[in-house]
């Protein structure tokens, strides 16, 4: 199943972190925007070129050591039909260079309709017989909050194509524990929410010791991460809330097996920012990317054994 | 806010139900999909293109006798950047005709993603310095696991662009209750939910009692319908699972006030494919969703007091 491409492209470039494409026009460099305005106004149409132009340059930078790309469709649909046609150009260009693309929708829905979802993101989708890649991506961000029936529709296709699904059980805001910290009997919902994980998991098992259903738990929170990893052996981590958001590399540490495996830590702000951070010229902004997300790996492995597959 | 002007909408066409455009292509006459196939060919932008027509024909017929429509994201997501397209152009054409849309996606996440789709689907998007309208709904289905700040974005929206939301609470589906039932002291996690919702409203009153925050409670749990109803007296509901999914107009009656208000009952493939139901000739196909809401309309009404503003 799918996080067997995940975990395979981690070990070759020994690098358990995911850039997060989020990107708002204000994080682009100026020099792309005005050229973008020239030729299409200030219009979303623009927005989304811009956009577009960013992600491939910062693609083309770190495809040789960073093992996926995670982007946020927030930020594409903000810029309308335009925006998403970018998700979709940007999907497809990081999986021509080998990227892993989990695209984070946090979509949930019942099961009828998680049909639409999973092809839209993960399969194909039929026109009049012909089987058509709507978005492609290798993975799905998924919220489990309908239960199975919009779960299993996933699953389907992560059978079919070896994809991949994260369902949301402990995520990176302080807001979380509203609901996902309130106890059901002595369990919290986010651990109620993880053994749900490992069920659906079971079905969909690769060769590494982890399912195609994975976990987002929260860098924000360490000890539930320690918690999670101990409670779900089979379900790897998306971990979401480094650096911007105020997660440690020590704290992401407890998220990871004896192999230096199980979880894959995301950075948004910080590598899309990096050229701002460093101050340098806006026209470096992608090889600021790049040192960024070197940074952040030798940050992130230095409190890991070596990264190796399972015996 | 924004609750009021679907009222309003409610009460001058005397029919609590929305119709639900959920459009797959085989819910599409042939005639449509042959003269989009013979332009385009079998592409993502014929399946959208085709769709788009089947929409507008159907609104034409019933925008002066329904209060709103409920485009679900997924079934435009499933045709790609193409089918996005056609989410965007139903929208704007539905508004054109005094409809109330309500964009079915479920979005949820941590607070500073949650402002990129409350700017996608409610709001405005920056561009340059100008403010664009993206997707343009009146409100969006959202889901509360992420608590507070993944709502709190959605909440200035309401009250700067007079827009609402709908939160999961019960969902219609069969395993809506592997999480939702559980109990948490002695609340299920829906009614925790059902709190949540009219503390959050209680920022965005609207002025018929209700507010900017409703819920989503399935027509198929007529008892949950009733408690939430008691429970939550300023939360208007949306009330998916009538027809197709087996909730009945009795039933669908627990979640109204005495004034025949509080809630908006959703029917989708029961309008979109009631030519199929009536095999009558395919070219009739809008006339047949004017005569199924019609049906519907009454169906639902028959149980009801008649519909007013309260005192």
Not at 12 to 18: L, M, R, Y
Not at 26 to 55: G, H, Q, S
Not at 164 to 185: P, R
Not at 202 to 209: C, D, L, R, T
Request: with cysteine; hydrophobic share 35%; net charge neutral.
């Amino acid at each position: 199943m799918s996080m067997d491409r995940l975990i395979e492209n981690i070990v070759k470039t020994q690098n358990p972190s995911v850039v997060g494409l989020d990107p708002k026009l204000e994080y682009v460099p100026e020099f792309i925007k005005e050229k973008k305005f020239k030729k299409y106004d200030r219009t979303l149409k623009a927005a989304a070129k811009a956009i577009l132009e960013f992600n491939k340059c910062i693609i083309d930078e770190i495809h040789d050591i960073c093992p996926a790309i995670k982007p946020q469709a927030a930020y594409y649909e903000m810029y309308g039909y335009e925006g998403v046609k970018t998700l979709y150009k940007t999907i497809q260009y990081a999986k021509e260079k080998g990227m892993f693309v989990m695209t984070d929708g946090k979509r949930n829905d019942i099961g009828a309709t998680m049909e639409a979802y999973a092809a839209a993101h993960l399969g194909l989708t039929d026109v009049g017989g012909e089987k058509i890649e709507a978005f492609g991506a290798d993975a799905l961000t998924v919220n489990g909050y309908l239960g199975s029936d919009g779960i299993n529709p996933l699953l389907e296709q992560c059978k079919l194509y070896d994809k991949g699904i994260f369902v949301l059980v402990k995520t990176s805001n302080k807001s979380s524990g509203e609901l996902q910290d309130l106890k059901i009997g002595d369990k919290t919902v986010y651990a109620t929410m993880g053994d749900m994980c490992e069920k659906w998991g079971s079905e969909v098992m690769g060769k590494y010791g982890y399912s195609g259903v994975g976990a987002v738990v929260g860098a924000t929170y360490p000890e539930q991460l320690a918690e999670m990893r101990a409670a779900l052996p089979h379900t790897f981590f998306l971990v979401p809330g480094y650096g911007a958001q105020g997660g440690g590399a020590e704290g992401v540490s407890k998220g990871f097996d004896k192999n230096g495996l199980g979880a894959i830590v995301n950075s948004s702000r910080g590598v899309m920012c990096a050229y701002k951070k460093e101050e340098c010229d806006e026209q470096d902004f992608a090889k600021a990317a790049r040192r960024e997300v070197i940074r952040m790996k030798e940050d992130i492995i230095s409190y890991l054994p070596r990264i190796a597959f399972p015996d």
